[in-house]
């Protein structure tokens, strides 16, 4: 009933395996990778023929991660996986973006790609077992793809690079110091086609060396998913690249001089306008067959690239009149908005971002529910990117896979130089609204949130700047590496390469690659290129601030910590929540609480602080023996009088120790309500507290000397 291929090997301390042949046969190509006890199953189906019209390649890809997989049932009232994570987004751009550009170019049939997690063992992350198990789906299924593209995740340890790190090794980087990077590369035999870290603060040739051994250690991943397309591919989908060079030829010929002028214009909106008004010129010379050509929009994209691509190789200025490596210029600006508690505005030639910083409590960290458990997050990031900021009119939603990709790699770019939460107990929210953009608005992002945060008083370690490489590699070889790049020359160009970071080395670093050439040299003078603008940016931002504030926003919240014992967690929140609930009203302070007893007191009013403070120590500290305090009479005895003096703590005063002399009622010196000073004399054998009094002055509670008792007890 079953034709089933499976293909085996050792792939650094677990066995991968490749299946084919059980699990949904209709499907033109189905896969179950499995690492260690993780699998995931990628299926491939695409359309047999074009929609008339369509004009682009319409590759979707959906990861899922299935709560089954890890023995767990989802949160919520529905108990059904819901609307994707942030995660389940991210990983299935990690398998669009180095497999897209691998299949045949012209190739416009719909694809579709599904990657569905059945087993967690939350030891070997999924995402790398679907990346593989896609890639090893699109080989077998027939589709044109000039794959495939094995997948490998590296960790940096004392100096050496590790392979296929453990979940919990990258879980949390921030807090594990030994490990000082997290990065996840894709690539065919011969090229890296793409890489997303998250590093803490590595030198250029640190990071070229970890892209060097991911793209080593995935090559036995390549062979094994050829030895299984070997005896299990389908028959290959019958495509060939379409010739549309005579429509080209036509195109060219309509507006090559008018393509290349609109081009010349360095401004943005004007140079769209002017390329714009040239296709619509060509549009006009052409007949209606040519209109009607399906490779219409790729012969006016031939043109552009042409252009645009040529001018630079050949040794001319980019469109803006730079040269290869001068960043565009940048006015950085901090503090602009009144009330929030810490903003900045970032422009950097026509890309610019207004990031807000907002400082918040424990209770605002963000609840992560993940096949690895529930975690918190103190630290969250979020980009938006209107319609208006490109001059577009387009509908506006919940963020996309753009966005939240975009915002991630700013988060990654950002947590090598946050302070460590013992430090600073704040919870940090960062919001980037990109208010213009002509290229790398992401990179915008991690300098104005820098800006940003250090404008709120968040004490990062160092000022961290991110700039966008890019790269015109030609079928001659000639190459040239681009700092600060435009839209036009990501849109055009065969490289998106960003790199973020501090002075002292890479916090981040991202590439997506187009083309299947690029070479060592090239990634490092890329790097080397972005080290310099990486400087250049930091210095212009230094203008503006390059430290924290030591003073925070009036409207910020003030955060104190305190440490208790545990087994006094249960005191301090009382009954049913009676005490801590109190402790919040009396004071008007935010009260928060963990299982280690570490207590966070929150409120934009010093005095609110320090009663909450003043009542959570009085409920968990000890009395001293020895020390004096200030108390309240509470009841009157014949033998004594009980006095409450260390919170809710009460203490006998016999009546031998009220006064310097003999009493016969302790009413003679005493009555109730009355406030006294007491010494804190001792605990008798079956602990109760015993108090003095006779040895405190009572106008200032300061202890009376020797000699002074004595004169009293004379008298």
């Known amino acids: 009933m079953f034709n089933i291929t499976k293909k085996s090997i050792q792939w650094g301390d677990e066995t991968l395996t490749l299946e084919t042949g059980k699990v949904a046969r209709q499907a033109d190509g189905s896969v179950i990778a499995t690492l260690g006890e993780t699998s995931v199953m990628a299926n ?110 590296v960790g940096f340890v004392d100096g050496a690079y590790v392979l296929n790190p453990a979940m919990d090794d990258m879980t949390k980087l921030r ?56 005896d299990a591919a389908k028959e290959p989908f019958d495509f060939s690249p379409p010739d549309y060079s005579e429509l080209y030829a036509k195109v060219k010929a309509a507006g090559e001089t008018e393509m290349r002028a609109a081009f010349a214009i360095k401004d943005k909106q004007e140079r769209t306008n002017a390329i714009a008004a040239t296709v619509e010129l060509i549009k006009s010379k052409m007949t209606e067959e040519d209109l009607a050509d399906i490779n219409f929009g790729s012969a006016i994209k031939k043109l552009e690239s ?54 918040g409590t424990g209770d605002d960290e963000q609840i992560i529910d993940a096949l690895n458990g529930n975690f918190r997050s103190n630290f969250l990031l979020h980009y938006n990117f ?13 963020p996309g896979r753009r966005e939240i990709g975009h915002g991630k790699l700013a988060w990654r770019a950002l947590q090598a130089v946050l302070p460590a939460a013992t430090d600073f107990p704040y919870t940090i929210r960062v919001v980037s609204e990109i208010t213009e953009s002509n290229g790398s608005s992401s990179m915008a992002t991690v300098c104005g949130s820098s800006l ?18 890019g790269l015109i590699l030609e079928d001659d070889g000639k190459w040239a590496v681009l700092t600060d790049i435009l839209g036009d020359e990501d849109h055009l160009g065969d490289m998106d390469f960003k790199v973020a970071g501090t002075e002292n080395g890479i916090t981040s670093l991202q590439m997506d690659i187009k083309v299947a050439g690029i070479t060592p040299a090239i990634m490092e003078q890329a790097l080397a290129q972005a080290k310099d603008g990486r400087m250049h940016i ?30 006094k967690i249960r005191e301090v929140i009382g009954s049913g929540g009676k005490v801590i609930r109190e402790i919040v009203e009396v004071s008007g302070a935010k009260v928060d609480i963990n299982d280690d007893g570490i207590i966070k007191i929150a409120s934009a009013n010093g005095d609110a602080i320090k009663k909450a403070y003043d009542m959570i120590y009085s409920i968990v500290a000890e009395p001293e023996e020895g020390k004096v305090y200030r108390g309240k009479v509470v009841k009157l005895v014949d033998f004594g009088a009980f006095v409450n003096f260390f919170g809710k703590r009460d203490g006998l005063v016999h009546v031998s120790q009220i006064a310097g002399k003999r009493l016969n ?7 109730e309500g009355q406030e006294v000073w007491v010494k804190l004399l001792g605990f008798d054998d079956r602990g109760k507290v015993r108090l003095g009094m006779k040895m405190v002055d009572q106008e200032t509670g300061a202890e009376i000397a020797a000699e002074k008792k004595e004169e009293q007890a004379e008298g």
């Open 44 to 153: 491939v189906t695409f359309a047999k023929e074009a929609k008339p019209g369509q004009d682009f390649f319409p590759l979707t890809v959906h990861y899922q991660e299935k709560y089954y997989a890890a023995g767990k049932i989802p949160g919520g009232f529905f108990k059904r996986e819901a609307r994707p994570s942030e995660k389940e987004t991210l990983v299935s751009r990690l398998i669009d973006r180095p497999c897209r550009p691998l299949f045949v170019p012209g190739f416009k049939n719909e694809v579709l790609v599904m990657a569905t997690v059945l087993s967690c063992d939350l030891v070997n992350d999924p995402d790398i077992v679907a990346m593989i198990a896609a890639s090893a789906a699109l080989t077998i299924s027939g589709v044109p793809f000039m794959g495939p593209i094995g997948a490998a995740r």
């Open 175 to 230: 807090d594990n110091p030994e490990q000082r990077l997290d990065l996840v590369i894709a690539g065919t035999k011969d090229a890296v086609m793409m890489v997303e870290s998250e590093a803490y603060e590595l030198s250029e040739e640190e990071m070229l060396g970890a892209v060097k051994f991911g793209h080593e250690q995935m090559q036995p991943v390549i062979d094994l998913i050829i030895s299984l397309a070997e």
């Open 538 to 567: 930091l210095g212009e931002m230094a203008k503006a601030l390059s430290a924290g504030r030591t003073e925070f926003s009036a409207h910020a919240p003030r955060i104190e910590t305190m440490q208790i014992p545990t087994d």
């Open 306 to 359: 042409g252009i645009l691509r040529g001018d630079i190789i050949s040794g001319g200025a980019r469109i803006d009149g730079r040269d290869t490596r001068t960043v565009r210029p940048i006015v950085s600006e901090v503090g602009i908005l009144p009330r929030t508690h810490g903003s900045a505005l970032f422009t950097r030639g026509e890309t610019q971002g207004l990031v807000v910083t907002t400082l």
């Open 452 to 469: 940003s945060m250090m404008d709120a008083g968040v004490p990062l370690k160092a000022p961290v700047a991110g700039v966008a490489m």
């Open 386 to 398: 209107p319609p208006y900021s490109v001059g577009e009119v387009g509908r506006v939603g919940s």
């Open 665 to 671: 009622h302790p009413n003679e010196a005493l009555k």
